[in-house]
């Protein structure tokens, strides 16, 4: 069965460091997303990307963050200078239509703790 | 932003057992998802609800999307060790594209 899977499944870093997740999005899906969940949180948007542009994006993802579609096949999401309070669970999540008819399917997601 | 509470909270229930669990919102929802999580993993969806009044099985799980678009309950019939783990609707708004908003969660733990 087809799934969403991410890399690295933990990352620890450094306060100020910069971050890559990586996504491998289910290979039909046109849509991508991020989502994070900080430790015993809901899930929360970050972003929604489509067509190679944001589609669009929460308050939370700010100037620090942003998302690429290096190839066919990869979407990234990058914190240019991570900060204490960017710990949390990182998921990615694909669909293959939008307009309030799309069903998400998450990755098993990124832990990113930052010290 | 928009709020999506769950209740209860968390249920310690006995393997066999019915586990009705519910969704509210102060806002209409064009679509209501019921999602599971297991420690240290994503959610995985369970059933997806797309019109108002629609209701779905999945095997032992049954959700419906409520009349008003403001709530949804999934239920849980013969609890096994299993469906233990956090379960979370989610809705996407009018207007509001792909967005999902999720719920608070509610924990099932489930006692043999």
């Not at chain 1, 989502?35 to 990307?49: A, D, H």
Request: charged share 20%; hydrophobic share 35%; glycine share 10%.
């Amino acid at each position: 069965e087809p799934e969403v899977t991410q890399t690295p499944s933990h990352q620890v870093t450094q306060m100020g460091q910069e971050v890559i997740l990586r996504c491998v999005p289910i290979s039909n899906h046109l849509y991508f997303y991020w989502y994070r969940q900080i430790l015993g949180q809901k899930v929360e948007f970050l972003v929604s990307f489509y067509n190679n542009e944001i589609s669009e994006k929460s308050e939370i993802f700010d100037d620090q963050f942003s998302v690429e579609r290096p190839d066919g096949s990869n979407f990234t999401l990058k914190i240019r200078s991570t900060k204490l309070e960017d710990s949390a669970m990182y998921f990615c999540a694909s669909s293959v239509r939008t307009g309030g008819t799309g069903e998400l399917f998450f990755g098993e997601g990124s832990r990113l703790t930052v010290l | 932003g928009q709020q999506l509470n769950q209740s209860p909270q968390s249920m310690f229930i006995q393997e066999g057992e019915d586990v009705s669990m519910n969704c509210t919102s102060s806002s209409i929802f064009n679509t209501w998802l019921w999602y599971k999580q297991d420690p240290g993993e994503g959610p995985v969806l369970l059933i997806a609800l797309y019109k108002a009044g629609e209701l779905t099985s999945n095997g032992r799980l049954t959700a419906q999307f409520g009349i008003t678009r403001k709530d949804s309950f999934l239920n849980i019939s013969a609890s096994i060790p299993s469906d233990v783990g956090i379960y979370f609707c989610a809705g996407q708004l009018p207007g509001g594209g792909n967005k999902l908003t999720f719920g608070t969660g509610t924990q099932l733990k489930v006692e043999l």
